[in-house]
């Protein structure tokens, strides 16, 4: 290669070379469950804050539906990190990485508890808008639950039709302009008395599930003192205590100085 092919490769070789070295981008909002798991696990695993960029993705006002998102987490989800020019759009391929190269070393966890702690059938996030009876639907109806159904479906219909949506029509916007709209319509008085009862069905199985979980199935994978990964915090505690806060804040508990916030 010629001195004058050297000098005009230079500029790419630099930028790769910055791309490369740039710090981990994270993807997070203060109120999502999930994105606390790896917050959470910044903290334990001594990153310095200034070493993870943070960038907030407002999920109350729907911005995980904003195709520029969508292209760096097509699951439209939080959390995502971009880190070493691949991109992690799961809580736990996230936290993975986050203990692969954390300064300070802590067990990996039970691959199987992991997941069964993310399954649908135990989602933390479902409760919130559950409504089991007419008085928790009323509750639901004129709370939180509604604005943020309605600023979802605000959101995806915003989104929808503009070009940039294309590539995700069919598996982000149209299921999810479905189900959600499906959820305001119960919350707005505009479904059925039959599609009510089911839903309330579903809620109160939902809510079973988590109470079956939590007496009969996390006993058995809690040691007598500690944590489950050993003398510190590892890699199920950050999900699995994550997760029970959540599920203890919807049932009426109160966050303490000490307590992380989810």
């Known amino acids: 290669m010629s001195i004058k092919e050297q000098a005009e490769a230079l500029p790419s070789s630099i930028s790769h070379f910055n791309f490369i070295m740039s710090k981990p981008i994270l993807y997070t909002f203060p109120l999502s469950v999930w994105a606390a798991v790896p917050e959470v696990a910044r903290i334990e695993l001594g990153y310095q804050s ?6 907030v ?3 109350v006002n729907g911005e995980n539906f904003n195709p520029e998102f969508l292209k760096i987490n097509p699951n439209a989800t939080l959390p995502a990190l971009v880190a070493e020019g ?4 799961t809580t736990t391929d996230v936290v993975r990485y986050l203990i692969g190269h954390a300064p300070k070393k802590v067990p990996y966890g039970n691959p199987a508890l992991i997941s069964r702690i993310h399954e649908d059938s135990l989602d933390p996030n479902f409760p ?3 409504a089991r009876d007419e008085t928790s ?3 639901a109806s004129s709370g939180f639950a509604s604005v943020f159904v309605n600023n979802r479906q605000n959101a995806l219909l915003k989104y929808v039709d503009t070009p940039e949506a294309e590539p995700f029509k069919t598996s982000v916007f149209e299921p999810k302009i479905q189900a959600n709209g499906a959820v305001l319509d119960i919350y ?3 479904a059925s008395d039959e599609v009510k009862q089911v839903f309330f069905k579903q809620c109160t199985q939902h809510w ?4 079956d979980f939590i007496l009969k199935e996390l006993p058995g994978y809690l040691p007598e003192s ?3 990964n050993g003398d510190v915090p590892g890699e199920d505690d950050f999900h699995i205590g994550i997760w029970l806060v959540r599920i203890a804040n919807l049932c009426g508990g109160t966050p303490t100085k000490d307590s992380y916030r989810c």
């Open 137 to 139: 639907l009323s509750a």
């Open 208 to 211: 079973n599930n988590i109470s």
């Open 50 to 55: 200034e070493s993870i960029e943070s960038k």
């Open 128 to 130: 919130l808008l559950a």
């Open 226 to 228: 500690g944590f489950i």
């Open 188 to 190: 707005t008085g505009k």
């Open 57 to 59: 993705i407002n999920l």
């Open 86 to 89: 691949r991109t992690y759009t």
